[in-house]
């Protein structure tokens, strides 16, 4: 096949894996940076769960109004706002974390957090939506396959160059941050004027927000996956206290830390690449089970892993507490 024969042909396309690439690899860098930097200044395990709270409230709370704004108003412009919120939310984290962390609160941190899970709230609908646009029916398939690709692979390198920066530049990585979301935004700006077909929402109604639900409500196939999905993220997650193992269990610095965040990232992006190989699934609903088994089953065992070392630290100091009898 040749080149020009290629999805990545797509100008459009192009266009949009710069947008979700460099907005995913900015996520991925302010993500682990001030969970980071909020644990490390408090050492408190409830001020870095309160990080994942702030940012899932505003997705929780917009999760119908989203989905109706990204149908009335115009997509791409929808993205162009919140790239440079995202902006803003960056150059105020690194102007912070220069003159004032140290000395001041953390509060206006998870104040700022709050407008950076907006953001990501109202960016989600408009970007799923866009794609259908850019590219034609035939070869739309693999294009999601290969914006999912890149979009993990942005995943893949923000937290390990935010480790490795936090090690070396410390409080100015939020300067790689603001650079990123800055070409994402220069990306949406260069995308084309996307046509609307929802554009006939005159007035934004309890009803019009009410539909997706009850869309959902009634196909029990998509009721169930996203109940699955959401159970298995919210109950099996371990993502947010990934800063305590790296820095009181492993002892591995924010390098490490970066490497431990990127895991799951290097996973998704080897299954992004078979899927953009392989042809359609057939029984895609038992590769979801078989999927959330495995999420499971990896859960399981980091925390196996974590009371092992907890047994074998008091195996340690048994061992150590009878040899000082012996001793005396």
Same mark, same amino acid.
């Given at each position: !096949? ?34 980071? #930097?909020?644990?490390? @200044?408090?050492?408190?395990? *409830? ?7 702030? #940012?899932?409230?505003? #997705? ?32 105020? *984290?690194?102007? =912070? &974390? ?11 941190? =998870? ?8 953001? !990501? ?5 408009? &970007? ?8 034609? @029916? ?51 700006? %260069? ?8 554009? /006939?929402? /005159? ?5 019009? *927000?009410?539909?997706? +639900?009850?869309?959902?409500?009634? %196909? ?14 919210? +109950? %099996?997650?371990? !993502? ?16 490490? *830390? ?6 799951? &990232? ?30 499971? +089953? ?10 092992? !070392? ?16 012996? /001793?005396?």
């Amino acid at each position: !096949m040749k080149f020009s024969d290629s999805t990545l042909y797509n100008a459009n396309l192009l266009k949009f894996i710069c947008l979700g690439w460099f907005s995913s690899f900015a996520l991925k860098v302010i993500s682990l940076t001030v969970g980071w #930097q909020i644990y490390t @200044k408090t050492g408190s395990p *409830l001020a870095l769960g309160l990080i994942g709270l702030i #940012q899932f409230a505003p #997705q929780f709370f917009l999760i119908l109004p989203a989905g109706v704004l990204a149908d009335k108003y115009d997509r791409k412009y929808l993205l162009i706002i919140c790239n440079l919120i995202q902006v803003f939310v960056s150059a105020f *984290l690194l102007f =912070y &974390s220069i003159y004032y962390i140290d000395t001041g609160s953390i509060i206006p941190i =998870y104040l700022i957090l709050i407008l950076h899970g907006i953001a !990501m709230s109202l960016e989600g609908p408009s &970007s799923f939506a866009v794609l259908p646009n850019l590219v034609d @029916k035939d070869i739309f398939p693999r294009a999601v396959s290969y914006v999912n690709f890149f979009d993990e692979f942005g995943a893949l390198f923000g937290p390990i160059i935010a480790g490795l920066l936090i090690a070396y530049i410390d409080k100015w990585v939020y300067a790689v941050a603001l650079i990123s979301f800055m070409i994402s935004t220069v990306s949406a700006i %260069s995308l084309p004027n996307l046509k609307n077909e929802f554009k /006939e929402i /005159e007035r934004v109604t309890l009803k019009v *927000l009410l539909s997706g +639900f009850v869309y959902v409500w009634r %196909s029990k196939i998509v009721l169930g996956t996203m109940a699955i999905d959401i159970v298995a993220m919210l +109950f %099996s997650s371990i !993502m947010g206290m990934l800063p305590i193992f790296a820095l009181d269990i492993l002892n591995i610095g924010p390098e490490g *830390l970066g490497v431990l965040r990127a895991m799951p &990232s290097i996973g998704a992006l080897c299954a992004a690449m078979m899927l953009s190989q392989l042809p359609p699934i057939n029984y895609p609903g038992r590769v979801l089970i078989y999927s959330i088994i495995i999420f499971g +089953f990896a859960t399981i065992v980091f925390f196996i892993i974590y009371v092992i !070392m907890d047994i074998a630290y008091c195996t340690i100091y048994l061992w150590g507490f009878r040899y000082g009898e012996y /001793e005396y």
